[in-house]
Structures are given as C-alpha cells and as structure tokens.
Antibody, heavy 123, light 107 residues
Framework: QVQLQESGPGLVKPSETLSLTCTVS????????WTWIRQSAGKGPEWIGR???????NYNPSFRSRVTMSIDTSKNQFSLKLTSVTAADTAVYFC?????????????????WGQGTLVTVSS | EIVLTQSPATLSLSPGESATLSCGAS???????LAWYQQKPGLAPRLIIY???KRATGIPDRFSGSGSGTDFTLSISRLEPEDFALYFC?????????FGGGTKVEI
C-alpha cells in the first residue's frame, strides 16, 4: 500500500528556512493532491497547504507569505519550505495524500499520512 | 474558516465500555464533509471515518460516525485495548480545512 515518509533537519535556527521532503512509496504521486500538516504540542493539527501532481498549489492564508511547496514526479517526492521560522513553528510536521476524486468535491479527507517528523526551532 | 471544537478533551474508560466523542462546527458543514482520525504516539494518524459516517477500509464496525450540520459524533462500542488513543475530527467543506483539538481516550 502507499506509504509516506517525511525527512529533513530536526533543528532549525530562528529566522532561517525549514525544509522538509516527503517520499511516497508503493504508489505514484501523479493524479493526487499532497498535503502538509503540522501539529504543535498539545494542539490539534493545522493544515499548511497542498500541491497537485501538476504543481498547482493551495496554501493556508495563515502561512501564504512564508510557504512554498514543490513536487518532483520523477523522484516521487514533494517538499515544503517555510521561511523566517520562529519558535512558534516548532511542531511535528506530517505529509498526507488527498484524493478529491474520491470525495466528489474539491477537497477531501487525508489518507494515508506519514508518521511525522519533529522540527524544533531554536538557536 | 470553520472552527471545530471537540469534547470532552479526555475520556477515561475501561476496555469493553463504549465511547462517545463530539465534534462541533462553528458553522454548518455542507454535505457532511467531515472525517475522523485516530492518532497514536510515533505512528501515522489513521483515517477512521469519512463523509461523517462512512468507515474507512479495514476499520472495524465497532467504530461509527453520525451527525450533520454543526454536530458530529464518533462512537466506539466495546473498546478494545488498541482503541485507546487520540482522536480528532477534520472538515473538508471549504479551504482552509481545519481540525479539532482532539479527544484523548484513555484507560
């Protein structure tokens, strides 16, 4: 079955750029939306945004000025960059697949998810 | 954006008992575009319910979802040891999608 695995630095300095990659195995990134979510300690998850296999993106307005997502179909990977990070960006970051064709709507549930990677912003 | 509020924050139960988890929306969620997930430490969150009441593949029938509009419920009958976890809801009515704060089901 499709599996997702996040990777990237676990520690980022304040004001620098957080960069993460999600590798998809057991299936292709083509024809799906791929989503980034984060979860701070003790809080519910927060949707950062998504990217389609064509490269089209939708971002949460809360992050729009700082976030960039990209996709590499040849490597079956997609990536997240979040600039000008602060301690408030410390969280577990998850990637997940979204398939609006299944929901019949332009949005859908997320399935499957990666297990997440903790990113700490600290000097 | 739609704000989802889950209650209670923690549910203390024993194996074999039933659990009822609530998810309230700040405005009506159209077409029941609501999902529930189970999360355990260090593991990928798992989809339990989508479209408010449809069980995801491989989810046992002791899990059921109900509700519409602004009030949704996840029910777990006959709790098994592996059901003790964090559960959160998510709407996909409009962008940005949002999640509830979660309910922890603990022994």
């Amino acid at each position: 079955q499709v599996q997702l695995q996040e990777s990237g630095p676990g520690l980022v300095k304040p004001s620098e750029t957080l960069s993460l990659t999600c590798t998809v195995s057991g299936g292709s990134v083509r024809s799906y939306y791929w989503t980034w979510i984060r979860q701070s300690a003790g809080k519910g998850p927060e949707w950062i945004g998504r990217i389609y296999s064509s490269g089209n993106t939708n971002y949460n307005p809360s992050f729009r000025s700082r976030v960039t997502m990209s996709i590499d179909t040849s490597k079956n990977q997609f990536s997240l960059k979040l600039t000008s990070v602060t301690a408030a960006d410390t969280a577990v970051y998850f990637c997940a697949r979204e398939d609006p064709e299944s929901s019949g709507w332009y949005l859908a549930w997320l399935d499957p998810w990666g297990q997440g990677t903790l990113v700490t912003v600290s000097s | 954006e739609i704000v989802l509020t889950q209650s209670p924050a923690t549910l203390s139960l024993s194996p074999g008992e039933s659990a009822t988890l609530s998810c309230g929306a700040s405005r009506s969620v159209s077409s029941n575009y609501l999902a529930w997930y189970q999360q355990k430490p260090g593991l990928a969150p798992r989809l339990i319910i989508y479209d408010a009441s449809k069980r995801a593949t491989g989810i046992p029938d002791r899990f059921s979802g109900s509700g519409s509009g602004t009030d949704f419920t996840l029910s777990i009958s006959r709790l098994e040891p592996e059901d003790f976890a964090l559960y959160f809801c998510q709407h996909y009515d409009s962008s940005p999608v949002t999640f509830g704060g979660g309910t922890k089901v603990e022994i």
